[in-house]
């Protein structure tokens, strides 16, 4: 598991260069800054179709939105055919190329063990090109197609549970991470990166843009969704041992967190007590699970 | 004499020996008839010490190429392989691979898309992809194709991947005897890949100077001219015919065989005043059909077209000047279109004073057997166009079957 | 025919209003076509928008280069002499900008007209998105399109109390928007990078993005690294147990200033 590390234990040296072409507030933007710190320069990155969050010093290669896992599979293989397996081998995606049209490829990389290390930079829906519903906007959530009317109250579904799915194909580690707990975030990328083997770190990312809040809320969103239960943080070894990094003796009301932003602007107090109770339920079932220790099946 | 090793193997298993000695490094594969075999031989040859790769078992064609497509780009040299659908369903990450001018080797064993028997559409729906394209007619083609492809591709003036295709079950399940080069000679013959640009972290510094931060595909190139990018693909592949015509004259000179002049062969077109052009296996069963019908004193001659992209358009306008019609036959077509090597020829011609008569034949489609005598007809046709006979129709659906 | 290019930044609504005007015109009898520039433009990004104005179906299907109207959106891109590219000669300029046409800071044969459209953003909308307000200073000095049609054609897009702040918006920058007089400013060469990008990679500069910067105040700084250590574009620098700012790299998205445990950094609309 991660070692709790505190603020002037993280490193001072960037990786990113900017000024980039994120969107002002860019919960994407900073979570490559914060993860690419942990990663440090000796790290061939991948780029599939996503926002622009910042561009690294390391060295990136682009590929096809379906094939995130493909991509660092097949550089992966070529390091240890090279006898490079000292580099790291990250993939820097969205939730789309993560959850929806990059899974199958990703799981196939998750199975084989591949020793790399993908990491989602989670804004929950399809912010490049302008805000559509992907498998990682939640429940409710109005997007671009999944809009607010008298017969659409938002995203129909609730999301997948990638993370958990990732842990179920018994891979090393998984974790979830928020741009608001950015000594954990580092921390999981530290402990990461000194394990051999399919690694994933799901950061979730808040997007002033998509989520309709002012750019100058990002940390706080981000906060509210793990101070609600909404975004539990947590890590799982080998698809087994399991800890909650975040533990609060009472969860705030979610509606505080749904309340700040425009995406959920809509709903009616039922819907946010349906959420509450969804969330709820779910955070219990993980306190079980924190108090075992162990994903019992 | 040299030793010569000779083995009778199918035409999958010639492929994968031309893997094993080409000393791939990484290859990527999934299931699907007929080429699976290929994959298997590769992992027997891996299991048995006898080859060092590193073998993904991916979860689809579209992983096979992208997976190889990374580990080009990091420096391994790489093979992949498919048929029919598995090609088709490839195509997207088949453009990232050209466009990043990245040598990977790919063998495509014929599979039509109606049915599971051979034609040329699997390989021919990808003609936009920007990959160089050869056909085989024999096993020993399809080994030997393999390593010439290693070199052609990764020589520097290229860096094109190159698809061979050779038709599935008539090759990639029968067996003739092969022979087997020896490694120290193809080691010779092929120096190990270097990557361009290589994006090791430790080199990735002076590479990428003066190219910008982030590295995207093809798309993102062409500074201030938008179709620079497309413009510099198209001439790199037209530009590859000089080094193709090369490999195949060095290739010919270490191991005793070549392959016409890389692009096309000429088989008994002397004073001919026709000639059928045939690709793949259908070149192979012409050539008995030619020579019937020279010892019957008709004058008639094949060209067996290798390299259908890039086309050998000056070798076909050449060729133009000496005969008097040619019978294009294709195992493909482009529904609404017509032939794709039937359209090519007459593209090439066209700017001839005097062109000679061009006449399509469709043959070999969804698997249909293409007899001997069934390309006779098809060379009488074409002896008629060219003797001044009036022929019709121009183009037709070969009525095969060898009777009649 | 009337050709307008409009320039403005990702979030302030230019595409927008270049719609909302052709439905406008529309809604007046005549032709219109408002195109949006290719690309993916983020918010604070600059953008670059254009309408052709006609009594005829508009049917050149290529950019506008050389405009007869410029407007602009953000007060910044307002003082880059790249907005005067291609403008014709005796052009107009409608610019937002905080001070009088007078004052406007660029020079050539064109006129100009200012408005604060800014601040009648932050008075109607209570965000600065300035794409409504520079509308009714368009009407006004153009006459091209009435204020009513401007009004009509935003309540169709945005019926309900969004609507009516904008409307309102709207009749303020009519109401205080001068008559265009000739420009008086200086003749310059712009030395920055274009005025819309491909959207993605790197910048030149941030500093136009913001409408506010933030400032620090280092007597209430208590070294905690909060401010850094949540700064997306590494603005924020560390050195000697207090924070630096490189402003070249600030989009001015204001997470410092909302996570400042002292309330050491204070937000100050940018002066131009």
């Known amino acids: 598991m991660s070692e709790r590390i505190t603020i002037k234990q993280v490193p001072l040296e960037e990786l990113v260069i900017t000024p980039g072409s994120a969107c002002q507030g860019c919960g994407a933007a900073l979570a490559a800054r914060l993860a690419f710190k942990a990663l440090g320069p000796n790290t061939i990155r991948h780029s599939i179709p996503a926002c622009p969050d910042n561009v690294t010093r390391t060295p990136t290669s682009g590929g096809e939105f379906e094939a995130g896992g493909d991509h660092v599979t097949g550089t992966w293989r070529a390091l240890k055919a090279l006898g490079r397996e000292d580099v790291q081998v990250v993939g820097f995606y969205g939730d789309g190329g ?138 799982i070894i080998d698809g087994r041992k399991f800890r909650l990094n975040y533990k609060p003796r009472e969860l705030k009301p979610v509606a505080e967190y749904l309340k700040l932003q425009g995406r959920f602007r809509h709903l009616s107090e039922q819907e946010i007590e349906e959420i509450q109770r969804s969330v709820t339920e779910y955070w219990e079932r993980l306190l079980k699970l924190d108090e075992i220790g162990e994903i019992l099946i | 004499m040299e030793h010569k090793s000779f083995e009778v193997m199918t035409g999958n298993k010639a492929c994968a020996w031309g893997v094993k000695l080409s000393r791939v490094q990484v290859a990527s594969i999934y299931p699907v008839t007929p080429q699976t075999t290929i994959g298997e031989y590769i992992a027997e040859f891996i299991a048995n010490g006898e080859l060092k790769c590193e073998l993904v078992n991916a979860e689809g064609e579209l992983a096979t190429q992208a997976i190889v497509k990374a580990a080009s780009r990091v420096g391994a040299r790489t093979f992949v392989c498919t048929s029919g659908p598995g090609q088709l369903y490839m195509h997207h990450p088949m453009h990232g691979t050209s ?231 294709d195992r493909n077509v482009c529904l609404g279109l017509g032939g794709a090597g039937f359209g090519e020829l007459r593209r090439a011609l066209y700017d001839l004073d005097e062109r000679p008569k061009v006449l399509g034949f469709y043959a070999g489609l969804a698997g249909a057997e293409v007899r001997v005598r069934d390309i006779e007809k098809m060379a009488e046709k074409t002896l008629k166009a060219a003797r001044g006979e009036k022929v019709d129709p121009i183009v037709e659906w070969a009525k095969l079957g060898g009777g009649g | ?163 009516e702040m904008n409307v309102n918006a709207v009749r303020r920058a009519y109401e205080r928007t001068p008559m265009p007089i000739q420009a008086r400013g200086e003749v310059r060469k712009d030395e920055e990078g274009p005025l819309s990008g491909s959207g993605y990679g790197l910048i030149r500069s941030a500093a136009g993005w913001r409408t506010f910067r933030p400032v620090w105040d280092l007597d209430k700084c208590t070294g905690c690294r909060i401010c850094w250590i949540f700064c997306p574009d590494n603005a924020i620098g560390w050195a000697e147990e207090k924070p630096t700012v490189d402003y070249r790299k600030c989009k001015g998205c204001g997470i410092c200033v909302n996570e400042c445990p002292t309330k050491a950094i204070e937000f100050k609309r940018e002066g131009i």
Request: proline share 7%; net charge neutral; hydrophobic share 40%.
């Open chain 1, 98 to 235: 993560v959850y929806d049209i990059g899974f199958q490829s990703i799981s196939g990389a998750a199975i084989r063990n591949e020793n790399v290390f993908i990491i989602c930079k989670n804004n929950e829906a399809y912010m490049n090109t302008g805000g559509q519903v992907s498998g990682a906007t939640p429940q409710f959530a109005m997007t671009t197609t999944t809009p607010v009317g008298p017969m659409s109250r938002g995203k129909p579904h609730s999301r997948k549970n990638t993370p958990m799915i990732f842990a179920m194909h018994g891979v090393p580690y998984v974790a979830t991470a928020s741009v608001a707990f950015p000594t954990d975030l580092i921390a999981k990328v530290q402990y990461g990166k000194g394990i051999r083997g399919f690694k994933f770190l799901d950061i979730l990312s808040p997007c002033p843009t998509g989520w309709r809040f002012d750019p100058s809320k990002t940390i706080e969103v981000a906060r509210l969704a793990v101070q609600t239960g909404f975004w539990p943080l947590y890590e």
């Open chain 3, 1 to 163: 025919m009337i050709e307008v290019r409009l320039h403005g930044r990702g979030g302030q609504g230019a595409v927008t209003a270049n719609e909302i005007l052709a439905e406008a015109a529309y809604y007046e009898g005549k032709y219109a076509q408002a195109i949006p520039m290719y690309g993916t433009e983020r918010r604070g990004a600059p953008v670059t928008a254009y309408l052709r104005l006609d009594e005829v179906r508009v049917r050149e299907r290529d950019l506008v280069h050389e405009p007869d109207i410029v407007v602009v959106l953000d007060p910044a891109i307002a003082q880059r002499p790249a907005i005067l590219e291609g403008l014709k000669e005796g052009g107009l300029v409608i610019a937002n900008y905080p001070h009088p046409p007078e004052l406007y800071p660029l020079g050539g044969n064109f006129m100009v007209s200012t408005v604060d459209a800014t601040a009648i953003a932050l008075e109607t909308l209570k965000r600065p998105i300035t794409n409504t307000a520079i509308l009714g200073a368009f009407s006004k000095v153009t006459g091209l399109v009435k204020v009513e049609s401007i009004e009509k054609a935003i309540l169709h897009r945005f019926p309900g109390p969004l609507g």
């Open chain 2, 99 to 329: 466009s990043g001018r990245l040598p990977v080797v790919m063998a495509t064993v014929h599979r039509g898309n109606k049915g599971m028997q051979p034609d040329h559409t699997d390989l021919m729906s990808q003609l936009w992809t920007g990959w160089i394209q050869w056909y085989c007619e024999n096993n020993q083609e399809v080994l030997d194709s393999v390593i010439m492809a290693y070199r052609t591709a990764e020589d520097k003036r290229v860096r094109l991947p190159i698809a061979i295709g050779y038709d599935g079950y008539i090759l990639s399940y029968t067996s003739e005897p092969v022979e087997i080069p020896d490694q120290a000679s193809v080691d010779e013959f092929l120096p190990p890949y270097e990557p361009i640009p290589n994006i090791l972290p430790d080199k990735w510094a002076e590479a990428q100077r003066g190219r910008g931060a982030g590295m995207m595909e093809g798309f993102m190139s062409g500074g201030g001219d938008p179709q620079a990018a497309w413009r510099i693909h198209h001439e790199a592949i037209l530009n590859s015919k000089e080094v193709i015509k090369e490999v195949n004259e060095e290739f010919g000179k270490r191991f005793g065989r070549k392959y016409g002049n890389g692009l096309v062969e000429e088989y008994r077109t002397d004073d001919a005043e026709a000639v059928v052009v045939a690709m793949g296996t259908i070149a192979s069963t012409a050539r008995v059909a030619i020579d019937r019908m020279r010892s019957e004193g008709k004058p008639v001659g094949l060209v067996k077209l290798k390299t259908f992209v890039p086309f050998p358009t000056e070798d076909f306008q050449e060729l133009g000047k000496r005969v008097r019609a040619i019978g294009m036959i």
